[in-house]
T-cell receptor
Framework: LAKTTQPISMDSYEGQEVNITCSHN???????ITWYQQFPSQGPRFIIQ???TKVTNEVASLFIPADRKSSTLSLPRVSLSDTAVYYC?????????????FGAGTRLAVHP | NAGVMQNPRHLVRRRGQEARLRCSPM?????VYWYRQLPEEGLKFMVY????????ESGMPKERFSAEFPKEGPSILRIQQVVRGDSAAYFC???????????FGPGTRLTVT
């Protein structure tokens, strides 16, 4: 499964767009890129997933270039409630199931 | 539709005691995963179970830790003779099958004194 690298922390202000980039140089052909969000004292929550190009849902967009060695999570117009840890994961089929490998994540702090 | 339930939410044990953590998966889910999270770190996979079967326990410490998911009732993560290093948040996730998304519970925070 892909080992992912992402910034330890980021700061932003309300209303701004936030882009968090994740590197996954050794991503396997079958791996998907998955992002989770975790608030303090809560379990992670699925945000978005993609294989390549662009995926958009009501929460975020995910950009994956053709070489798939990196991906960027884009959060439009963040609010204070978006302050959380964001995890970029390589989700791959191994041992007969989809295994999630979490890294340290990016701590996003949104300021008023 | 209730989500993944974990109890207790907080558990305090003295060194040498046993800790039992319970996880009830979402309705209709028969796949359960346990993760451990130390402060300021990401989640570390421990074990993956289906009903009455352990599928992958590659992340479980070889001693003192065990997990089960019986035919009836919740999944149990059991830690015998706890030590201070076992203090962490333990999260359970469930999925409908091995390829579907994992939905996480609120976690159990274990403190060993």
């Amino acid at each position: 499964l892909a080992k992912t690298t992402q910034p330890i922390s980021m700061d932003s202000y309300e209303g701004q767009e936030v882009n968090i980039t994740c590197s996954h140089n050794n991503i396997a052909t079958n791996d998907y890129i998955t992002w989770y969000q975790q608030f303090p004292s809560q379990g992670p929550r699925f945000i978005i997933q993609g294989y390549k190009t662009k995926v958009t849902n009501e929460v975020a967009s995910l950009f994956i270039p053709a070489d798939r060695k990196s991906s960027t999570l884009s959060l439009p117009r963040v609010s204070l409630s978006d302050t959380a840890v964001y995890y970029c994961l390589g989700k791959g089929w191994t041992g007969g199931y989809n295994k999630l490998i979490f890294g340290a994540g990016t701590r996003l702090a949104v300021h008023p | 539709n209730a989500g993944v339930m974990q109890n207790p939410r907080h558990l305090v044990r003295r060194r040498g005691q046993e800790a039992r953590l319970r996880c009830s998966p979402m309705k209709g889910h028969s796949h359960v995963y346990w993760y451990r999270q130390l402060p300021e770190e990401g989640l570390k996979f421990m074990v993956y179970l289906q009903k009455e079967n352990i599928i992958d326990e590659s992340g479980m410490p070889k001693e003192r830790f065990s997990a089960e998911f019986p035919k009836e009732g919740p999944s149990i993560l059991r830690i015998q003779q706890v030590v201070r290093g076992d203090s962490a948040a333990y999260f359970c996730a469930s999925s409908a099958d091995e390829g579907n998304e994992q939905y996480f519970g609120p976690g159990t925070r274990l403190t060993v004194t």
